[in-house]
């Protein structure tokens, strides 16, 4: 799963390549043609829809004259707000999947060979389980006819159930839960890398285990750290699929609202534009976290 | 004793053999994190394993434990919808692991073996489907197959689903690729076969793993997608994720923990069988 990681793959200098003659073009060009057609074409119609306005007479229909208030509208209060917020419950899922994945990658990527591979099987069954089946599962627990209502009640600590569900805590849990194996599996790529004598080498040198971490282990694990930053943070930011069954229509995530606009609201044109601002900050993200020319091992 | 204290103590030059008083330490570091490890295995499977012993409860709710019955199981499997949501799932999880496993297993193949200037912009743009929000790609791709006039239905569903697919096989099938030895293409060429042949008797057996592991990953993509499929889909291709997420926000329904139930112990046994394929050939 390593292979998840941006960049991860390096072609080996010694590949006899050639430079493409027209075979060589025309074989490139399905791929060319895919990417072109159903990748940049329709963001920059996203782009584009996102200056134009929508009819008033036929509010489904879009009039394509150039006009600003897409964004004027955007950058409201009230959007703000969501798209702050936003930001900060996939900051929060984030850092939480950090801390909770890390001193995971780091025990499986330290254990024997051979006890190494169940303990991935135990991480890759959640990873490649349904995403809607793992939120429900908490929605069965968490909603006031639930498991965990059942419980509260039956002990006789409450009697009117309590909502767990329809908040913002309920949001992150789900958040976390679903994307924590996104974390620790790029963190594992890059603990399993880690040269063990380095480690030794520090507490030879007089580290406690304390600066052995913070010193030696972290930076050389930050390729991990920062894909699983990347890959846990970008998505949560507009997954609204898990955060309107956690989050009821409570807690509004930007996901959410782009996607009405697009369905019930029809108001594309608005919707393109607060996709626009995704898109941006999407860019942003996937350069700041893109990996950096390494400095040359030491032999 | 005053300067001792500002300087972070590992930047001290060490007196002889401090190590020593270590192992003690690093064994409870090494305990806590096992711990800390099933601890995290617990939040993971615990939920799980609620969701597929109250698919058993015989009440619709599962507050209470009533009694063990199946009868979910059984209207599961008269439950129409499902199963034609299901059926549609199925057709577009098929055709798109096909379209996505040869797209990308010929692509990493074609970006191997030529230098093209821009490479490392085509690089991004394959990776980009991977990681962009899923609802950008869904809006888009709407904008696109609207402003087109195209009706939305199973080629659209498809034609998503192959976007975001074949760049996991790609990318697979490039890690391979990274090992392969450079002069086999050669090899197979100079004993007389055509490139073509050299890709599909040599090369192709050699990208095999990476090439199953890609399309099984497509496959449990597209049949686990939500968002995009929402805006690509028409009202005759609903997906069995479109319709269980449809029930699921009404609220609770042990028939969701039965199909629920179903898949995971599917996606257990892939896993375990997975490993043990593993196993058997490191032998």
Redesign the interface.
């Known amino acids: 799963m390593?292979?998840?990681l941006?960049g991860?793959?390096?072609?080996?200098s010694?590949?006899?390549?050639?430079?493409?003659g027209p075979a060589?073009w025309l074989?490139?060009s399905?791929?060319?043609l895919?990417?072109g057609l159903?990748?940049?074409?329709?963001?920059l119609?996203?782009v584009i829809?996102s200056f134009c306005s929508r009819d008033p007479d036929a509010p489904g229909r879009v009039l394509y004259a150039f006009t600003l208030e897409n964004y004027v509208r955007a950058f409201q209060p009230t959007y703000l707000k969501i798209l702050g917020s936003s930001l900060l419950y996939a900051f929060l899922t984030a850092i939480l999947c950090l801390v909770?994945?890390y001193?995971?990658a780091?025990?499986?990527g330290r254990a024997p060979e051979g006890r190494r591979?169940?303990?991935l099987?135990?991480?890759?069954?959640?990873f490649?389980?349904?995403?809607?089946?793992?939120?429900?599962?908490?929605?069965?627990?968490l909603?006031n006819?639930?498991?965990l209502?059942?419980i509260l009640?039956?002990s006789g600590l409450t009697s009117a159930p309590v909502d767990f569900m329809y908040t913002p805590g309920a949001v992150v849990l789900g958040l976390v839960?679903n994307y924590?194996p996104f974390m620790i599996l790029p963190i594992y790529g890059s603990v399993e890398k880690l040269d063990q004598s380095l480690i030794e080498a520090a507490?030879?040198?007089?580290?406690?285990?304390w600066?052995a971490l913070v010193?030696v282990i972290l930076p050389l694990t930050r390729p991990g750290i920062v894909a699983g930053f990347?890959?846990v943070f970008?998505?949560s930011?507009?997954?609204?699929?898990i955060t309107?069954?956690m989050g009821g229509g409570a807690v509004p995530t930007v996901?959410e609202v782009?996607?009405k606009q697009?369905t019930a609201a029809r108001h594309?044109p608005f919707?393109?534009a607060l996709?626009t601002l995704?898109?941006l900050l999407?860019f942003a993200g996937?350069w700041a976290t893109k990996p950096r020319r390494e400095p040359e091992p030491i032999d | 004793m005053e300067l001792e204290r500002t300087i972070?103590?590992?930047r001290?030059?060490?007196?002889p053999a401090?190590?020593r008083g270590?192992p003690g330490?690093?064994r409870l570091?090494h305990l806590s994190?096992?711990g800390?490890?099933w601890a995290?295995?617990a939040?993971?499977?615990i939920?799980?394993l609620?969701?597929a012993v109250?698919s058993f409860n015989d009440s619709k709710?599962?507050?209470?434990w009533q009694g063990f019955t199946t009868k979910w199981y059984g209207l599961l499997f008269e439950n129409r919808v499902l199963l034609e949501a299901f059926r549609n799932s199925l057709i577009i999880g098929a055709v798109t692991t096909l379209a996505a496993t040869a797209?990308g297993t010929?692509?990493a193949w074609?970006?191997?073996?030529?230098?093209?200037p821009f490479a490392g912009w085509?690089g991004l743009?394959?990776?980009?489907?991977?990681?962009?929000?899923?609802?950008?790609?869904g809006?888009?791709?709407?904008?696109?197959f609207s402003?087109l006039g195209v009706p939305r239905g199973f080629v659209t569903v498809i034609?998503?689903h192959?976007?975001f697919c074949?760049p996991?096989v790609l990318?697979?099938v490039?890690?391979r690729l990274?090992g392969i030895d450079?002069?086999l293409e050669?090899a197979a060429m100079d004993l007389g076969a055509t490139p073509w042949q050299a890709f599909r008797l040599v090369i192709l057996p050699y990208l095999l793993p990476a090439v199953v592991a890609g399309a099984l990953m497509a496959f449990?993509l597209s049949?686990?997608e939500?968002?995009v499929t929402?805006?690509t889909t028409g009202s005759q291709s609903q997906t069995l994720?479109l319709k269980?997420?449809g029930m699921?926000?009404v609220?609770?329904n042990p028939q969701?923990?039965a199909l629920?139930t179903l898949?995971?112990a599917a996606?257990?046994l892939?896993?375990?069988s997975g490993?043990l394929i593993?196993?058997a050939r490191s032998r």
């Open positions: 390593g292979y998840l941006p991860s793959s390096t072609p080996t010694a590949t006899p390549r050639r430079t493409p060589g074989l490139l399905p791929l060319l895919w990417l159903f990748v940049v074409v329709p963001t119609l996203l829809l909770m994945g001193p995971v780091y025990f499986i591979n169940t303990l099987a135990l991480v890759m069954i959640p490649w389980t349904s995403f809607l089946i793992r939120t429900y599962a908490w929605v069965t627990i909603s006819q639930g498991f209502n059942g009640q039956a839960y924590l507490y030879d040198l007089g580290a406690r285990p600066s010193e990347f890959l970008v998505p930011i507009a997954m609204f699929a309107t069954l996901g782009i996607q697009f594309a919707g393109a996709g995704l898109l999407f996937l | 972070p103590a590992s001290i030059s060490p007196p401090p190590a270590w330490l690093l570091v994190l096992a800390w490890t995290v295995f939040f993971f499977y939920p799980i609620l969701l109250y709710l599962n507050i209470v797209l010929a692509g074609i970006l191997h073996r030529y230098r093209y085509i743009l394959i990776f980009i489907p991977m990681v962009i929000p899923e609802v950008l790609m809006v888009s791709l709407l904008s696109l402003s034609i998503a192959v976007t074949f996991f990318i697979g490039q890690a990274d450079p002069f050669e449990t049949l686990d939500y968002i929402l805006f994720p269980v997420y699921a926000k609220g609770l969701i923990n629920s898949f995971v996606t257990i892939l896993v375990i490993e593993k196993k």
